[in-house]
């Protein structure tokens, strides 16, 4: 027993002592004084974030209270415009809150169709479900962008999911548990396409698929936009066409071709299509919006140099802009 390693020595007692009396090997006994003190320091780590918080907080009341104190020659105008982000906050769920009626005919309104969940695989399903809170959190970004710069109109969507089967719900559940509840202007049916289409206003109806011969040109509002909440790799081409031609709606596809530099499938997520058509509806060009929401993983570096794509999207968006704007 002397001449053995003190590794080889513990592991001989406890053989020896019986299975009641185990030996902590060396990295048990570190994981062990690991957590001790993970569970020791974990109040002042706390205390810590809470006055982190707590300075954060009043840094941005300070700083509001000076920028008011320095614009206040500008009139109430301007004091007025310098609210607090809680109060914005607030602002901007109540008009999210106002926008959640289906037939304002002033809002954007877009569908989300689930009904061909039954297609997918249960880890694509999974990421559609994940990318319907990106549409909650552009709906947002849009109205508290609008609000910011004070304009007269602030753009907002009514968004209705339909097709929620019982997967879809269990999948819900396990990843946003009762978040979903609370998401204003969103709201949730289990009824297929043409149901959620009858029971809707008597408004345009236009499907967006990356398999439609015409382009969408406008977005506008008391028009129903149709997206399709499927995560497919490209491996269901052509369900929301042929869905759309069996309903007899029309559709329409995003005009890619106005970024120079993109080389990716035509085929966007649920989150990007949404993004492009709230940026467009708040005032953006298409180009720009384009430029702004799509990857650049999917680009051509080497077409374009950084300047050169920069002048090119710009080239492109002056183009797009003078060849839209009534005269």
């Known amino acids: 027993m002397e001449s053995l390693l003190p590794e080889t020595r513990r592991r001989v007692e406890s053989v020896a002592s019986g299975p009641d009396c185990p030996v902590e090997s060396k990295k048990a006994r570190k994981r062990r004084l690991r957590h001790e003190r993970y569970l020791a320091e974990r109040a002042t780590r706390r205390a810590a974030a809470k006055e982190r918080r707590r300075q954060a907080r009043l840094d941005r009341e300070r700083h509001c209270t000076s920028s008011s104190v320095a614009d206040s020659s500008a009139g109430p105008k301007a004091s007025a415009s310098l609210v607090s982000?809680?109060?914005?906050?607030?602002?901007?769920?109540?008009?999210?809150?106002?926008?959640?009626?289906?037939?304002?005919?002033?809002?954007?309104?877009?569908?989300v169709d689930l009904s061909s969940s039954y297609l997918l695989t249960e880890k694509?399903?999974?990421?559609?479900?994940?990318?319907?809170?990106?549409?909650?959190?552009?709906?947002?970004?849009?109205?508290?962008?609008?609000?910011?710069?004070?304009?007269?109109?602030v753009p907002r969507f009514h968004i209705h999911i339909c097709g929620i089967d019982a997967r879809t719900q269990r999948i819900r559940s396990l990843v946003f548990g009762d978040e979903?509840?609370?998401?204003?202007?969103?709201?949730?049916?289990?009824?297929?396409?043409?149901?959620?289409?009858?029971?809707?206003?008597?408004?345009?109806?236009?499907?967006?698929?990356?398999?439609?011969?015409?382009?969408?040109?406008?977005?506008?509002?008391?028009?129903?936009?149709?997206?399709?909440?499927?995560?497919?790799r490209n491996r269901l081409k052509g369900v929301m066409w042929e869905q759309a031609r069996a309903l007899g709606l029309a559709t329409?596809?995003?005009?890619?071709?106005?970024?120079?530099?993109?080389?990716?499938?035509?085929?966007?997520?649920?989150?990007?299509?949404?993004?492009?058509?709230?940026?467009?509806?708040?005032?953006?060009?298409?180009?720009?919006?384009?430029?702004?929401?799509?990857?650049?993983?999917?680009?051509?570096?080497?077409?374009?140099?950084?300047?050169?794509?920069?002048?090119?999207?710009?080239?492109?968006?002056a183009d797009h802009d003078s060849a839209t704007t009534p005269e």
């Not at 982000?85 to 569908?111: G, M, N, Y």
């Open 85 to 111: 982000s809680r109060e914005l906050d607030r602002a901007v769920r109540d008009l999210l809150c106002e926008s959640v009626k289906p037939t304002d005919a002033q809002s954007f309104h877009c569908l």
């Open 124 to 153: 694509e399903l999974r990421k559609s479900v994940i990318q319907l809170r990106q549409l909650y959190v552009v709906n947002k970004r849009l109205v508290k962008d609008a609000l910011r710069r004070e304009q007269e109109t």
């Open 180 to 232: 979903t509840l609370r998401w204003p202007s969103i709201s949730w049916s289990s009824a297929d396409l043409a149901t959620s289409l009858a029971n809707a206003p008597p408004w345009p109806v236009v499907v967006l698929t990356a398999d439609a011969t015409e382009t969408l040109t406008r977005v506008e509002p008391a028009v129903i936009y149709v997206i399709g909440g499927m995560v497919d």
């Open 252 to 317: 329409r596809r995003l005009p890619l071709e106005l970024l120079p530099t993109w080389r990716g499938s035509r085929v966007l997520t649920t989150c990007h299509v949404f993004e492009l058509l709230a940026r467009v509806a708040s005032g953006e060009s298409w180009p720009r919006a384009l430029d702004q929401v799509l990857p650049q993983r999917k680009r051509m570096p080497s077409v374009f140099a950084k300047n050169g794509e920069d002048s090119a999207i710009c080239r492109v968006a």
